[in-house]
């Protein structure tokens, strides 16, 4: 049986634990908001983007002139799996749920007898795949020191990328994200950003005149659209990382809060006991003259 | 009044200008090209350069340092990279832009160079220009 002391100091702990996690709680929900804004700032470009590539791609698939980034290398024993987490904790499952999904590919691949190689951005998945997939892992991105995503950092992975296909070193490559839902649903998505995926229905874009031609807009564009892929998968990210902090932090006041609750009823109950047990000393004192 | 079309420009963080515009010229990169109602529908990419769209409130200018167009009869699209309202802040990120591209085209060689070398020779156009 703890001492009221000892209870009385559990009861400030904790209270001071609510206070510290309703902190959180509320600088997430202002950084969701701003993260929010800025997903859908960036969301009319990457719908143009993708409106365009696709309508390009579908019009030169098949050739033999189609961009490497379109038609492949024509393999895909190596996959590149780009494994996006935030660079904090104490946000749920917000890390573990694209760890999973990216562990689970990553198995499937291995189990079919492909090489699987891995590139982190964010601390938290590469400590998590560090501890089975650390033969896997290639490189990493930091983005510990970035206050606010912007479309260079995206450049900078991109580049990443790139440099390595151009090097062969893969064949597929998949960027895995969390999809911002609502505040308490965020959707783990893998996603295949090389080669590039044209949707079945896209439209062939034989409308348009294309200056200077088709394949050389194409060779723009699609290193274009893989990073504003990159940049919204990113932008995705951070909002769902603070969604999913935001409702873990709410939990964990919540929880805080039962706790605080608890403990003071049991602080109550043995100051009564102990009280009552004084007067029972004194009684009995007094009856015994 | 004249016709009037859509235009956006939007780069990949924000969307800049979504107004009605009588006339956007735009610097392709295989040479200008200014984009009015019915316009046949044409995609292009752009060099760095100076955009100029006359809307209903007048005229306004914006630096752009690549991306592409899509024109079409009734809308004009344009996808920047980069891209900034004119003024002193755009030359300052230009001159920025510049400086990074200059080391790069010293240390470049071949094909690599001459597109770099020109992208140089186009960004010190717009900086004139807006400046």
């Known amino acids: 049986?703890?001492?009221?002391?000892?209870?009385?100091?559990?009861?400030?702990?904790?209270?001071?634990?609510?206070?510290?996690?309703?902190?959180?709680?509320?600088?997430?929900?202002?950084?969701?908001?701003?993260?929010?804004?800025?997903?859908?700032?960036?969301?009319?470009?990457?719908?143009?983007?993708?409106?365009?590539?696709?309508?390009?791609?579908?019009?030169?698939?098949?050739?033999?002139?189609?961009?490497?980034?379109?038609?492949?290398?024509?393999?895909?024993?190596?996959?590149?799996?780009?494994?996006?987490?935030?660079?904090?904790g104490l946000c749920g499952g917000f890390n573990s749920s694209i760890v999973k999904i990216a562990r689970y590919r990553a198995e499937k691949l291995l189990s079919e007898g492909k090489t699987v190689k891995i590139l982190t951005v964010g601390k938290k998945g590469r400590e998590q795949l560090k501890r089975d997939l650390a033969a896997h892992l290639v490189a990493h991105m930091d983005l510990s020191e970035v206050k606010r995503v912007g479309y260079d950092n995206a450049d900078d992975i991109a580049r990443q990328i790139f440099a390595m296909y151009e090097a062969g070193d893969f064949d597929v490559a998949t960027i895995f994200y969390n999809r911002f839902e609502s505040v308490i649903s965020q959707v783990p998505t893998p996603q295949q950003i090389i080669p590039a995926e044209v949707p079945e229905d896209a439209e062939a874009g034989a409308l348009y005149d294309y200056e200077p031609s088709e394949e050389a807009i194409l060779e723009d564009l699609l290193p274009r659209s893989v990073t504003t892929q990159i940049f919204t998968a990113l932008l995705e990210n951070g909002a769902s990382e603070q969604g999913a902090r935001m409702s873990a932090m709410d939990n964990a006041t919540r929880n805080a809060g039962d706790m605080i609750d608890r403990l003071t009823i049991q602080y109550n109950r043995s100051r009564q006991a102990a009280i009552t047990k004084e007067l029972i000393e004194i009684i009995s004192g007094a009856e015994a003259l | 009044m004249a016709e009037m079309m859509q235009f956006d420009l939007v780069s990949p963080e924000r969307k800049l200008e979504s107004c009605k515009a009588r006339a956007v010229q735009i610097p392709g990169a295989e040479g200008d090209l200014t984009a009015m109602p019915d316009h046949a529908p044409q995609i292009t990419t752009l060099r760095p350069g100076v955009l100029v769209v006359e809307g209903e409130h007048g005229e306004s200018r914006f630096a752009v340092t690549g991306g592409f167009a899509e024109i079409s009869a009734t809308a004009t699209s344009v996808l920047a990279e980069r891209a900034y309202p004119a003024g002193p802040d755009a030359r300052a990120a230009l001159q920025a832009i510049l400086d990074d591209m200059r080391a790069k085209a010293g240390s470049a060689s071949g094909e690599e160079k001459d597109s770099l070398d020109k992208g140089v020779a186009d960004l010190e156009q717009v900086i004139q220009t807006i400046g």
């Open chain 1, 1 to 88: 049986m703890p001492s009221l002391k000892d209870l009385k100091n559990r009861i400030e702990s904790v209270k001071s634990t609510r206070k510290i996690t309703k902190a959180m709680q509320m600088v997430a929900a202002a950084k969701l908001r701003r993260a929010q804004e800025a997903a859908e700032a960036a969301r009319p470009y990457a719908e143009k983007m993708a409106d365009v590539v696709n309508g390009l791609a579908a019009s030169v698939a098949g050739s033999d002139t189609a961009p490497k980034l379109l038609a492949g290398t024509g393999s895909d024993q190596t996959h590149l799996l780009v494994v996006m987490t935030a660079e904090r």
